[in-house]
């Protein structure tokens, strides 16, 4: 699609239009984000289109889209579906020393203020042969990520996509560990063998992009922090 417009604007609903025209998610239905300076982030991203919409430019209003139609149709099928992925988190399955090391000093504190937070035990293993968590956990981490709003389901996905844990996408939700060392605890493995067997080109662009999608992701879920929900206001 080519730029039509000359002017962005949001309206005291969160309602983002061009030129006066409500803009609409790929379903047609209306952009209205309730989040006044995630929707001013929004708006920003579609002044700074140039001759072509590039989807991949705008990583924010991706977001916003998927929140709200594909999040907020179905929100407990959504996050019932995300939280699958507790059974098989990343900072249970450990490596031989001296990576067990590594990943005891970068996963265990996130363990174990899940396993405060929540009540809950954990089943490590060494190895990748899978093993089954304690189903009163599954539960309670599904109960925890089904009271979330679309908006927070929305960036937490990829999060956890991009990690490979349910527990570091929780932790940054609940602000229990920050955006940098969850990446870094996402790729304690792969930094490690990066350093035996030198680092691969063609990996280190694949890591850059997933690193930028995940920024995109976080700052979603920040920027929904730092003002109040218009309709939770309103109400």
């Known amino acids: 699609m080519r730029r039509f417009w000359k002017t962005v604007a949001v309206s005291p609903e969160g ?3 061009l030129d006066g025209r409500p803009v609409r998610t790929p379903g047609r239905l209306p952009l209205i984000v309730p989040y006044p300076e995630l929707a001013a982030a929004i708006a920003q991203e579609w002044r700074d289109v140039g001759e072509t919409v590039d989807p991949r430019a705008m990583p924010l ?34 490596g031989e020393e001296p990576l067990a090391e590594r990943q005891a000093a970068a996963w265990n504190p996130v363990l174990d203020w899940a396993r405060e937070r929540f009540d809950v035990t954990f089943v490590v293993t060494d190895g990748m042969m899978p093993v089954e968590q304690p189903p ?3 539960a309670r981490l599904r109960e925890a990520v089904v009271a979330l709003s679309p908006w927070v389901l929305a960036p937490l996905s ?8 349910m527990l570091l996408g929780l932790a940054l939700v609940e602000r229990a560990i920050d955006a940098d060392s969850a ?17 691969d080109a063609l990996a280190a662009e694949t890591r850059a992009v997933r690193a930028a999608e995940y ?17 939770t206001r309103r109400s």
């Open 15 to 17: 309602e983002i239009a």
């Open 61 to 94: 209003t991706g977001l916003a889209n998927a929140a709200i139609e594909r999040v907020a149709a179905d929100p407990a099928g959504f996050a019932g579906g995300l939280a699958v992925y507790g059974g098989s988190d990343l900072l249970c399955y450990r």
């Open 136 to 138: 009163r956990t599954l």
């Open 158 to 165: 990829p999060i956890v996509g991009l990690t490979g844990s």
């Open 183 to 199: 990446w870094a605890a996402a790729h304690v493995d792969e930094d490690w063998q990066a350093e035996q067997w030198g680092e």
């Open 215 to 231: 920024r995109a992701a976080v700052r979603f879920l920040d920027l929904i922090r730092r003002g109040p929900d218009r309709t």
